[in-house]
């Protein structure tokens, strides 16, 4: 690595958009380094590029010819003399080559060194390196299965339900529930299809199903001289087609019991020292009823859901990670003095049917929202926004922070009460709902509670249900804006 003196004031390139691009500018702001932005065609007016300092015109139409471009990315980053390039999540985040190719320009890449996200990119090779490491991994073979008769002979080996599951997949796609030998004949081309077409690689892993479970990850951050402290734990077991909606921190499953605490801490840590981990990064785990738990996967990157342990434990993630990537040593002399206080819940606010989950592009024709004590609003929303079919459906990010989970949920509830979005449907009725509902309330849940609570019930029921909670939120809406105006006239 090219020495750096970490003092000086640097160009940083977001290689990324939407709420994350933002985020990732502020930090730069903040540091004292200049932010550097793509404007693209199809988002001219992009909410990132007002926290930016400095932009570059990204040419293209498609994500292909502009995000995950990268010999357009490093040359641009080159003409401009751009030092280091932070790549946000999703897109070439978790990329060996544009690393490398970043490397081989001089060009820090804000992020682990390729030879860590190489171990942990594919969940063949994860897995493989974890049973190395002795950290204990889903039942199933850690080879990629090649045929369904194989997939079947391992199926009936280590008992139904099993799961397939791409080892190059993400974003929760790329993966099939098989119950019977039947499933497992009639998924296995499909998924490898799936596979090959979403992610460049067919390869399939087949593992066991663990039931009723709950997603519990791990932020671990290591620097560039071999040392590596994690930062908690996140729940993120409510959850839509295999993919995050409500997360928290610290877990409520795991609640006050420090002993299993400091084991799935420690064993993240663990995993991210063996393959020599540098930069911001999350062990996933995969936790049975009966809290004994199993490696997922590894995500080499900054993730959506980082807010909710920046506001328990007070760092700044992004900063840090930026530091790091620049040389810096972690600035803590123990884990000790890393500790955790209050609670903290993040709500995905997606543009999608509150029910049946479908992605609902169009223009945001009007928008609104309050700020409250203990609520941050990580978006990319604005009035005018076109949320094109192939972006994103995410668009931002509620955060609530209070002493008690009880105060945080309150919080939250009272933020996405106020939360308007007009032209598009959104999700927020259905956080609404959840934030209300009895068992969310009481922590017990599993990964299974969004089909357990919504897609079984009648459409005619959903369709009442998202109806009232719509009424709620509308009239709440009325109820503020008259409050707002009492204020105004007094
Ligand atoms: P997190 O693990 O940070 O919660 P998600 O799984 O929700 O992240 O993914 C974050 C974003 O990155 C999503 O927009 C998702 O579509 C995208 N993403 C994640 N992994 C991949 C991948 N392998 N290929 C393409 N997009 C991905
Ligand atoms: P991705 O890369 O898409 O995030 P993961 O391996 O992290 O893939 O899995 C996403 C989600 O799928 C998990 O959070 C969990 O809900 C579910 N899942 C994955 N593997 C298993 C498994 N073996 N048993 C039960 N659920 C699983
Ligand atoms: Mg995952």
Redesign the pocket.
Known sequence: MKKQNIQSQKKILIANRGEIAARVAKAILEMGHIPVGFFTDSEPNAYHLAFCQEWIYLSGNTHQETYLNIEKIVSLAKEHKIEAVHPG???LS?NTLFAKALEEKGIIFIGPNPKSILLMGDKAISKQEALKAKIPVVPGPDNPIHTKEEALSVAKEIGFPVLLKAV?????RGMRICHTSEDVLKNFETVQREALS??GKADLLLEKYIQNPRHIEVQVVGDKHGKVVHFFERE?SIQRRH??IIEEAPSPFVGEDQKLRHNICETAVRLAKHVGYDSAG?VEFIMGEDRSFYFLEM?TRI???HPITEEITGVDLVSLMIEIAFGAPLPFQSQEEITLRGHSIECRICVEHPFTFLPSPGTITATSWKQYPGIRFDHCLYSGLVVAPDF?P?LGKMIATSLTREKAIKKMKMALSALFIEGVFSNISLLLFVLGEEDFLKGNFSTHYLEQKILKRPKEELENLFDQSKETFLSLLEKSLAIECSFSNN
């Open positions: 999540y999703g897109f978790e190059a997949g993400g974003g929760g979403s992610f993120c993919q995050k999350t995500n993730q959506v859901e994103d995410m």
